[in-house]
């Protein structure tokens, strides 16, 4: 009877408990979910230029995140790290100690994460080689005593964690039907093992009993996780280099790993500080606005994340930012193939390139342009809301102030050819006849936050500025009729923008000021809808306002000095502005929804329950660019400089500028106001706005205010 007993027992931890192996596959198939890590990065890295070297890291939380090969929207990687352990009494991962990442001065975009546990610290260095698809990990231990240290791998290759396989043996080699990824160690590895994720993989082995008991040669497909122990003990052998190398098969991923392997970590580290160096010094001397060592470095960081965030195979494709925010990143009903924010927007990418031109990066604004009309362009004229680098589309909707960008950075960049001009004329016939359920334009289906149709001021402003700029490149190339034509739309839109957009009645102010948008065109009436984004019931159009509004002023709609444009200044600021350690900061629109919940869980729009959970949109930077550009046209440039000495104040440590920072309700007293949220980071965004509000100081005016558009409506030319 006894006997029967123990044995029951011991056939339930054995199917509990993977057994300890030497080769043969790993149990516990297929792995827990594949989800991505958050998207407020520590760090973006890639080296400049180059198709040769198609990869890109991202740090956060201690260890290596989220790299992307082959191209910027194809994430390969879910994380690496480094685990150390004494073997009896601790084992602790990078993400679970104190880890503090930096820039490495004068490198470019090179990153250092110290971190620091139990009686150890760790340095990991990481560079991409640039003559290879690679990214190299330099790492150094110290500690009082020997220690032990392994390094965690869990590849997602191809977008997709769930469908990988591994091998364990002299490399830790995973692989898909498309792409393959090889981790090698200068010192070798003493042992290795490749698991599932959750059952089998290393880090529940040593968590387990402080030692690597299994080492299972195979795993896949499901969510593989790899484990290598390295030749380290903190004390005699302190010092390692990590490559993981990508090709399209197992062949051509060993061998750039150990290419990159045999040619060191010093080599590749030094030509990939100066691809940067060399890029830095082709472009304008910074401008005198940015007058603190602090500004300066955040400038510098800023035009090196409008440059890494180009594909290298698809040129003038820049994506919004290098990760996925909340449920982005996590629920497959919302994101069924996880992908954004690592997706190019035509209103990002105007963004970005006019951050180019200003900072004298022409090439790069005029690939962006092109890449607008021979990718992004569809058949019937209109851009597509986003697209993979590729050119694939991934949201649907018609945002009409994206089908203007094109018109308007062409004008910018003064291009005439015939080329250009075809695929302006069909975004602007598409704009101008464009209509849905009985609405036409300038209605849009959505604006600028992608959530609500109707008519918005900051869409109508960027409508009106498109047709005016095209029909000005018109004009010079001998298209006087298509140019009249146009100029008569625009004219009769900017008489009209007011009707449709400001209330005389509102709640907010008895004089009249912009809405958000209006449903229907009729600012006094009472329309209500509901805002979206996990806000409950509907609200009066006339309630809500947005600092979008300025657009109409900054691309010359409207003079600075409007009465209703001064008035909403006000009225947005009562509404929707504050004061934080960083400075004065805004909300997007009123109760905006699209942010943390309460206590600083992650958006979703998907709940267990029939009622969603409250989540609350935070301040977002990007405003005061926009306020500061309005300033100065409104004969105010010391607020101006103000505006970008806060978007500065907003940068993290490593001299990444976040989407949102959190406002004077926090979730938790360590997340301070004015500093950034788990909101996406870097946003591209934010940094081609604190170049362009940099360069618009120095100028004393914005630079990407079309002077045809102001010089029409605004009087000032």
Request: proline share 6%; with cysteine.
């Amino acid at each position: 009877m006894l006997l029967g007993a123990l044995s029951a027992v011991v056939a339930m931890v054995s199917a509990a408990t993977p057994a300890i192996a030497s080769g043969g596959d790993a149990p516990g198939g297929p792995g827990d979910e594949a989800v991505y890590q958050p998207a407020d990065k520590e760090a973006f890295g890639t080296t400049h230029g180059g198709a040769e070297s198609p990869v890109w890291f991202t740090l956060g939380g201690g260890r290596m995140t989220e790299v992307f090969y082959p191209d910027l929207s194809t994430p390969a990687v879910r994380d690496l790290q480094l685990v150390v352990t004494d073997g009896q009494t601790f084992t602790e991962r990078a993400q679970d100690v104190d880890v503090r990442t930096e820039p490495v001065s004068n490198h470019g975009l090179t990153f250092r994460q110290v971190a620091t546990g139990t009686g150890w610290q760790a340095e990991t260095t990481y560079v991409t080689d640039p003559r290879r698809a690679s990214v190299l990990v330099d790492v150094t231990l110290r500690s009082q005593r020997p220690l032990q240290a392994y390094v965690l791998y869990d590849p997602a290759l191809s977008r997709e964690g769930n469908d990988d396989s591994g091998t364990s043996g002299t490399e830790l080699v995973a692989s898909d039907a498309a792409t393959t990824s090889a981790l090698v160690a200068e010192g070798g590895f003493a042992a290795t093992s490749t698991g599932y994720l959750g059952t089998s993989d290393g880090w529940t082995d040593l968590a387990d009993d402080h030692t690597m008991d299994w080492t299972y040669g195979n795993a896949g497909p499901g969510n593989v996780v790899q484990t290598g122990k390295l030749n380290l003990d903190g004390v005699q052998n302190g010092h390692d280099t990590l490559v993981l190398g990508f090709g399209k098969n197992r062949d051509e991923a060993v061998r750039t790993a150990n290419s990159t392997l045999s040619a060191g970590f010093q080599t590749a580290a030094s030509a990939y500080a100066k691809s940067w160096r060399d890029y830095l010094g082709s472009l304008k001397q910074p401008p005198k606005s940015v007058d603190s060592r602090h500004e300066r470095q955040v400038y510098d960081s800023s035009l090196m994340m409008l440059a890494a965030s180009e594909d290298k195979t698809h040129r003038g494709a820049y994506i919004a930012a290098p990760g996925f925010p909340w449920a982005f990143g996590f629920d497959r009903q919302i994101a069924p193939e996880f992908g954004s924010y690592a997706l190019v927007w035509p209103r990002d990418l105007y963004q970005i390139a006019t951050g180019l031109i200003a900072a004298g990066d022409e090439e790069g604004a005029n690939r962006a342009l092109d890449y607008m009309l021979t990718v992004q362009q569809q058949p019937d004229g209109h851009l597509a809301q986003n697209t993979r680098v590729t050119g694939e589309p991934y949201w649907t909707s018609i945002q009409l102030d994206e089908t203007a960008s094109p018109m308007l950075l062409a004008w910018l960049l003064n291009r005439t050819d015939a080329s250009t001009l075809d695929g302006l004329r069909k975004a602007a016939e598409f704009m101008v006849n464009y209509s849905k359920d009985g609405n036409t334009a300038p209605w849009t289906e959505q604006e600028r936050w992608e959530n609500q149709s109707g008519y918005s001021p900051a869409t109508i402003a960027a409508e009106i500025a498109a047709l005016v700029c095209l029909a000005d490149l018109l004009e010079r190339s001998g298209d006087s009729v298509g140019a009249k034509r146009y100029l008569d739309i625009a004219d009769s839109w900017a008489s009209s923008v007011d009707g449709w957009t400001v209330t005389s009645n509102g709640p907010l102010s008895p004089d009249p000021y912009y809405l958000r948008l209006t449903k229907d065109g009729k600012p006094n009436q009472g329309t209500k809808y509901n805002l979206g984004d996990n806000n409950p019931g509907e609200v009066d159009q006339r309630t809500v306002v947005d600092p979008s509004f300025l657009e109409l002023a900054r691309l010359g709609v409207k003079p600075a000095d409007d009465p209703a444009i001064v008035n909403t200044v006000g009225v947005v600021d009562a509404e929707l502005g504050e004061r934080t350690p960083a400075g004065q900061l805004w909300h997007r629109f009123t109760s905006d929804g699209y942010g943390e919940q309460a206590a600083g869980g992650p958006w979703d729009v998907v709940w267990p329950t029939p009622e969603p959970t409250r989540t609350y949109g935070r301040l977002w930077p990007i405003f005061n660019g926009e306020r500061g550009e309005y300033e100065l046209l409104a004969g105010d440039p010391e607020s101006a400089r103000e505006r970008l000495r806060t978007i500065a104040a907003t940068a993290s440590d490593s001299l990444m500028l976040p989407e949102q920072v959190w406002d004077n309700r926090p979730p938790a007293p360590e997340e301070r106001p004015g500093t950034g949220t788990t909101s996406a980071t870097p946003l591209i965004w934010t940094h081609a706005q604190f170049v362009r509000l940099a360069w618009s100081i120095e100028e004393g005016q914005p630079v990407e205010r079309p002077s045809v558009v102001a010089c029409r409506y605004a009087q000032t030319c």
